[in-house]
């Protein structure tokens, strides 16, 4: 099994690939505060409750936006399956090309989820990642990242209004029935959940337009729920793409593919 690995601002995403079929997921919160000894109890106990043998795990990836995280949790997995975990960077190839001002400034989730987009959809693409922040990526004709756009996201929109507002009330993340809020949480609620929606659908069309063609669509995201169902027909929902493109980049440097 290949073990694949998206670390993110709110979650740490796991999978577990046996040959190209992804037979595990599972993920958990990302906390700086909780020490390596913390997330080595927490890991094992997942993989034995899932009865999974560390010694089929051959190898694993990593991508990360949250480096002061970054060797913590890769020094855990590599101690709990005795391999070593590769780290999405400069020095592993990913075959995709990036026209941006500054390469190096692209996140190693929306470089995964660009490889998988492409080899699973093709191109052209708009990736939409909803998660701590909404991240549109832009993939060209030629099959090039050239750009994103960046937002805050569902629940950091809800979270700013609580903090800078004396009067708005702690509330969970969910979908109103009705766009019209009849009470504060659920007008929070529509707000960022039909906002977010409609946001989405006015940038999907600027985009489009500025690149002068149409694009196929991507939804991914621990939030792409919230709003799956108030998006046009034609967005493709993909859950588990970034999985796909680690695994992807793995292989491509270290399986058969690179071969």
Not at 91 to 115: F, N, Q, Y
């Amino acid at each position: 099994m290949i073990l694949t690995v998206d670390l993110g601002n709110t979650a740490i995403h796991l999978g577990f690939y046996q040959g190209d079929t992804l037979v595990k997921t599972w993920a958990t919160s990302s906390d700086l505060r909780k020490e390596k000894s913390e997330y080595l109890t927490l890991f094992k106990r997942y993989i034995s409750d899932e009865g999974i043998d560390p010694t089929q795990v051959q190898g694993g990836i990593l991508s990360s936006v949250v480096p002061p995280l970054t060797n913590v949790i890769k020094e855990v997995f590599e101690k709990l399956f005795d391999i070593r975990i590769q780290v999405v960077g400069r020095r592993l190839k990913t075959g995709l090309a990036i026209h941006i001002d500054k390469p190096d400034e692209l996140g190693a989730d929306l470089v995964a989820s660009a490889v998988g987009a492409k080899d699973k959809f093709g191109f052209p693409l708009l990736i939409i990642d909803l998660g701590t922040a909404n991240k549109i990526s832009i993939i060209d004709q030629t099959g090039a990242f050239i750009g994103a756009v960046f937002t805050s996201g569902l629940r950091v929109s809800i979270d700013a209004l609580i903090v800078k507002t004396a009067q708005l009330p702690h509330v969970s993340l969910e979908r109103p029935t009705h766009v019209i809020g009849r009470n504060t949480i659920d007008a929070m609620n529509s707000g960022a959940t039909y906002g977010t929606a409609s946001m989405l659908t006015g940038l999907i069309g600027k985009i489009e337009q500025e690149l002068g063609y149409q694009t196929k669509h991507i939804l991914l995201g621990g939030n792409a729920p919230f709003v799956r169902e108030l998006l046009a027909d034609n967005v493709i929902y993909a859950p588990d793409l970034q999985h796909w493109g680690l695994k992807l980049i793995y292989d491509k440097n270290f399986g058969e593919r690179s071969l």
